[in-house]
Nanobody, 121 residues
Framework: QVQLVESGGGLVQPGGSLALSCAAS????????MGWFRQAPGEERELVAT???????NVANSMKGRFTISRDNSKNTVYLQMNNLKPEDTAVYYC???????????????WGQGTQVTVSS
């Protein structure tokens, strides 16, 4: 089984920082892209950031300059450094990966279970 496991969520004050990590495990042949999405109560899931195998980054406009995505290919792990957090950043953050497992010849999408990030004073 391929699994994505997030860690690092929690409660932080406005202006504070949190670092999320997500490790992919299982029978993985290759990971094409990894990233993060988030979903606030009553809202649609939205893109936070993605990073390709080659290291090309894409960060949502509202989070540019505050959030940084990185990737350690040797560990099949993606990170999200979140600085200057705002109350509107409160959401469940989901890890995402498009990868090829050893069981398939085509790439497939995988999602983590989500981790809660709450920004409140």
């Amino acid at each position: 089984q391929v699994q994505l496991v997030e860690s690092g969520g929690g409660l932080v004050q406005p202006g504070g920082s949190l670092a999320l990590s997500c490790a992919a495990s299982g029978r993985i042949f290759a990971i094409n892209i990894m990233g993060w999405f988030r979903q606030a109560p009553g809202e649609e899931r939205e893109l936070v950031a993605t990073i390709t195998l080659a290291g090309t980054r894409n960060v949502a406009n509202s989070m540019k300059g505050r959030f940084t995505i990185s990737r350690d290919n040797s560990k099949n792990t993606v990170y999200l450094q979140m600085n200057n957090l705002k109350p509107e950043d409160t959401a469940v953050y989901y890890c995402y990966a498009n990868l090829v497992s050893s069981n398939l010849f085509q790439s497939s999408d995988y999602w983590g279970q989500g981790t809660q990030v709450t920004v409140s004073s």
